[in-house]
């Protein structure tokens, strides 16, 4: 009854129960000329949705350097030198950092802070290893997850752990959801396309790989696994 009056009364309706991934498709064709500036077409944003898996994973080389385009424009992430892999969003590319973690050093305990994105343990456990409470056991040394900043409490993180093997999942890291912008320059950040541009649902999520052997291990992770 109170959409239909909303409606009746032409005012916009936010539907929080599902949202809709065309919410920003007008904001995204009125800055068509200012995201082209930055080497981001349109049409590769575009809606509906039109590329498919093949796009995806076969990942060209003007893909990757308009990813690097877009951290340069914001400031956000150090490019330089960097692998880039681009899986089925954010969660295809953390799956593929814990197992390169748990296959090149055979540690298969991972630690999160609470409160997490509700979703971690169910990821730890695809992975097939298990979540510990914190790093105090040495002989583990962990896989980490830092979510900064956090979902779901807004906490700009950093890590709190004695492990060497951290994943920072960055994906609210912008310059829309930050009062000051950083250059992270961390050995693996994984990023999203949704959050990044508001294009909901795009299920594209890419990582940013300091180390060669890592990036080789993960790349074929989200092969094998598409």
Do not use: C
């Not at 959409?3 to 129960?17: E, H, T």
């Not at 294009?199 to 074929?220: C, F, N, Q, S, Y």
């Amino acid at each position: 009854e109170l959409a239909k009056a909303m409606k009746a009364m032409n005012k916009p309706i936010l539907d929080l129960a599902k949202g809709s991934p065309k919410f920003l498709e007008d904001y995204w064709k009125n800055l068509d000329l200012s995201i082209t500036k930055h080497g981001i077409e349109y049409s590769k944003l575009n809606f509906p949705l039109n590329f498919g898996m093949d796009y995806i994973f076969n990942t060209t080389e003007e893909m990757k350097e308009t990813i690097r385009r877009i951290h340069k424009a914001a400031g956000n992430a150090n490019v330089e030198g960097r692998h880039i892999i681009v899986g089925n969003g954010v969660t295809h590319i953390l799956l593929s950092a814990m197992y390169t973690y748990y296959k090149k050093y055979g540690n298969d305990s991972v630690i999160v802070k609470k409160p997490y994105y509700f979703r971690f343990p169910d990821f730890v456990r695809i992975s097939k290893l298990k979540l510990v409470n914190d790093d105090s056991d040495k002989s583990l040394n962990p896989i980490e997850l830092i979510t900064s900043p956090n979902n779901p409490d807004n906490e700009l993180r950093v890590s709190e752990s004695t492990t060497s093997q951290k994943i920072y999942d960055l994906s609210y890291q912008w310059p829309q959801y930050l009062d000051n912008t950083v250059l992270n320059d961390m050995d693996i950040m994984v990023f999203s396309l949704s959050k990044s541009t508001g294009h909901a649902a795009t299920r594209i999520g890419w990582g940013l790989v300091k180390d060669p052997e890592i990036a080789t291990i993960m790349e074929d992770y989200v092969e094998n696994t598409t």
